[in-house]
């Protein structure tokens, strides 16, 4: 094994690049995943953008599917050769917000490094790929409290079939999960990206038995079928809201979940419930969100607001993979392309412009 | 028994009067209540100041202390005479939203009385008592529903230990229980009205055992000690964000309460809040949120945000009343001021400015 | 319409016949249902044999379908000749109990009626039709709490098809529900009769994505299989414990549902769950359990045992139809055969003795 | 620092002696403790009986109090110096269990160990201190996974204000957490020990407001007044049940807290509950138990059992410490006495036969 791999990183706002680095060093609690396939994030493209600064020369990438390389003296349980997913988000389970219930949110990683300058930035700090430390869209990935995040695949399920895992599929159903869904109710699901489609499929298995789609792009409504929509609305077509409203005969609807991350949707989302509803909210923000009187009911309306990082560890990685190896739910759908490592930058242009009915691309080293 | 009372009644906005009304008849549901003892409620002067609309000519108040004077042919379990009380919102628990899990946010009312032209209006339909029928402030009260609502007064416990329970210590009490509170809990209360007391006093009950009360009134934040807060914050004199940021050694808290109903407190609850921290909100806003985006952590962090509607019924009231007969609670530095049901305009001038450290005012007719 | 109507009423231990009992006056709570179909439980067997103790005279059965014939005077929103149905348990949700979150166990119609004479007989209070009051199985019934209870039946719906409604899939899917099910969980369910069969389906509508179906009967397991069951377990030939311990890798099962009412299967549907798992109960006792020592890991384990009377009630109605309405679930393979109501002595003997495959007989007047 | 120390070991059914051990190693993900201040719990005393199994040579105890002298290499934030504690459960937060929300019941450290010959075993894996490692009534003790583990006591608070949180006031509090209890609710505690006691407070500290603490000895009950009780049940002068009944007016209790451990007290707080009620169980029992079919309404009663492990972990005993230095409780009067840890048979001798009011004794290295 040589000394050095291929990563794709970033240089500066525009530029992610192909360039030559060190395999890192193993330390006790680390594992070095050999990495076989990746995908690139709506996330990585606003990192491309500047939009969301990273520092320059870190790799890009956080949704891995790999081949154990080499564990760390103080790991047990695997082995070198197994075949392994890891979350997105590779939370410490040992810190205080883990074992606080959100372990998404752990900063005390930030805080030793001594970059959280504010508050608001430890609340993503459970997110270390490509953001804290090198990522995913190269030959080999460090992953850290490997104990608590490497997950086993299971024997017969293709790369391909996990790889939403790490990422889409755990934000997506935590959306569902969020939504305090009972059996019998009615869901609409604002934005149907492969996100917004995970939540789709997660209402549905969660019992949701009315579930609404909304988006704007035919295709995508067509797939929201596929996982699990029963109605399905193009709001360049139809008012949503009253749409909503027709449809549960002035009822509203029990829970709405938000996958896109802008004003319109999130409170389009509060507009569509019930008094005593849920509003649960994937969406990334990029400024300050208003919530409309009346939607709010003045704040008497018994309503609940709902937020979320994606879900990482190895158990939660375990329990997704065990849903798509029972076959209630095939995520093929979603993986429209495939590239070579090699050919990341073409694969950026075609992912950001959203060209050719794009929705996830496989990165194969 | 003559067949006219008296009653305060809303005439037109800047005028709640006396007049004589009829006794209201007694249906098969009903119970008719003499009132001993109501009191004003912040909503009472929204509505006299013409802020929130209601009918010219509707009897106002929604907190009854009285007794059974007369039950409807279907009610059974009550002898007239006893002492009862019953919640500031008197919900049909036959209705879908009751058996829904949301009692108080029952809009059949509305709908079949035709007056239910949105949406956000039947948020609120639960609030029957000076809102949508006549209230309490009154020599009579005709309770709907009564057999889900009358609340008997526990022996030994006088009209003034209980006023509090129908509204004040209700919702209050409800902004504890809506912040998801474990023992050991950092918990901000902002606001010291008489909600946010009961909200101060409600979070001692449940386990938190760091209660930061904020208010810019000394004698407010004095009185907030005696309901349980363990520091008090005086906004007039310190930067409350920073401060709590202080308190907790950069963790932020566990939950924060919002008893106000402005954009400045709710704003400023979410930013002393920890990721994946509750923001229990229990003001009236009258306009548009705004929700900041590093405080939201872009819609990352995990947060809650959780409103509501005080909940009423008997188990309710029971409940409340037992908390008060235990001994657990005094509410009795509440009740600042007393005035005759004759004397109503007065005592609407004297609350409504906030003299002489008034907090809440019995009224006897 | 004459004012005599045909009913099956108990007799005494062995004998329940048909017999001419007058039409029931409508009060003004009450509405007074037209029969179009109804079914036998397995209670109804426990009370022909004399097992369960009711009044001589009582006319039997829980389970309605129906017109409405006749509402009374404080009774809104329905019209009569609606088709509807109405729970099995048809709580007074104006009690405490139903206002303190269990609906189905009010007592204070048992103690008005001065019929609780112990604590255990009060927890099934909720348990009108059949046991305290005449029930279903004639041409006409009085249902009490009709404002709560009376819930419209969708359009397009077949009586058969919401037939098993009121209880059995009340009752099968809150088994599911007690069962603390989370997206990914292994489930077991212990026997296939009718409400396990709907606790099966109820399993797979919350996420569980390996449910293991036991019973003895290889008909009903296959019928398992189309209410959403992954693996059929046949306990006359295999150690059912065993064999879940072996499918999950020596884990164990997240949650056990007990369908029967046996400590055979009580004692294994302990003994099949992972520490930290819930055994969610159904089933109806005749005798004292044993909770085995080491499945219950000493009382270390951090088990949770929930057990559960048929939720009733409106709304739960209204969501159970809906799921039928949804297309997501199929009932059609319960009503295995049909008997006009003067012929269900011979509808007791076929089901009591469970000949011919028989799962439910729809009862038709 | 000398490479030998003094520990109690278990040398044989009946013999627990002082001797010296080499002081351990510390492995990267270790810390090496010296303890201050520990104590004897039951179950040592069940260990020392031969009624609980351990390896002979094992040092016994799990309740630490101490200064750290070692930190492994890859545990951070902590400093040498600081005074800690651990929880009596040092959970392995990186396991499934973990992840899963049952971190007490972790069973991948036995079955590495190939310890794991059954299920049941494995329930109570994660305790580990005085079980299947080395534990800390000795004068340094090993704590593993100790990132997630160690709990820094806060400036002000001595060794015995803190010695009940390892173990008695986190399992008693974790009954009262098991609870369900919502504020005005009346618990029942079923016997008085130090983890009775510890309940008592818990479902004071919860909201309970009819709290009955229930015990045959009456110095037990005096104090169990101090911890938060408002009715004290003396079972050797009263029938429980019917007592329990008579002050609930014949409601039953909301929840009952079993704290001893036996047949009597499980039968007992299942009899008292109310329908829809919650027992609550800590107690290590000894054999089969017995559900009582009349206080189990049949299965029909909508009641909820549960039972807890201890929980640990750096952010449990933050709590606790922090509940502490709250002022809130005071639990200085659990600790009747103190001894040497050279003299700690005389202190065995002592607890064993509950002579001379003791509670728990303050072990001191």
């Not at 005593?276 to 300050?288: A, E, I, K, Q």
């Not at 969100?289 to 994606?310: S, V």
């Amino acid at each position: 094994m040589s000394s050095m791999m291929k990563a794709a990183v970033f240089i500066a706002p525009g530029r992610i690049e192909i360039a030559e680095k060190p395999i890192p060093d193993v330390g006790p609690n680390d594992a070095l995943i050999r990495i076989t396939t990746t995908t690139i994030c709506g996330t990585d493209v606003h990192i491309l953008k500047g939009e969301y600064p990273v520092a320059p020369g870190l790799t890009i990438g956080h949704e891995p599917v790999g081949i154990i390389e080499k564990l760390g003296s103080a790991v047990s349980g695997y082995q070198e050769g197994q075949r392994v997913i890891a979350g997105a988000i590779c939370p410490n389970f040992n810190s205080y917000a883990a074992q606080d219930g959100v372990a998404s949110q752990d900063g005390s990683y930030l805080i030793a490094a001594g970059r959280c300058g504010c508050h608001g930035y430890k609340a993503t700090a459970g997110w270390r790929f490509g953001n804290l430390i090198d990522g995913t869209q190269a030959e080999y990935v460090l992953v850290p409290d490997a104990q608590a995040n490497l997950a086993p695949i299971p024997d017969g399920l293709t790369d391909e079939q996990v790889l939403m895992c790490p990422d889409i599929m755990s934000t997506g159903f935590k959306g569902a999960e969020n939504a305090n869904i009972r059996i019998g109710d009615t869901v609409v699901v604002f934005a149907q990206g492969p996100i917004g489609l995970c939540a789709t499929a997660g209402a549905r298995l969660l019992g949701a038995t009315t579930i609404i789609a909304v988006d704007g792009n035919a295709h995508r409504l067509g797939i929201s079928r596929q996982m699990g929509a029963d109605i399905t609305l193009n709001f360049t077509q139809c008012d949503v809201v009253e749409e909503v409203m027709k449809l549960t005969g002035g009822r509203g609807a029990d829970a709405a979940i938000e996958a896109l991350g802008t004003q319109h949707t999130f409170a389009s989302a509060l507009q569509v419930l019930k008094p005593g509803g849920t509003l649960s909210s994937l969406g990334v923000y990029s400024s300050d969100l208003t919530i409309p009187l009346g939607a709010f009911a003045a704040g008497l309306g018994d309503h609940k607001i709902n937020t979320a990082l994606c879900p990482g560890g190895k158990e939660r990685m375990r329990r997704l993979m065990g849903v798509i190896a029972s076959g209630r739910l095939d995520l093929g759908a979603l993986v429209t392309h495939h590239y070579a490592l090699d050919d990341i930058e073409a694969a950026y242009d075609l992912f950001a412009h959203q060209r050719d009915g794009v929705l996830k691309i496989a990165i194969r080293p």
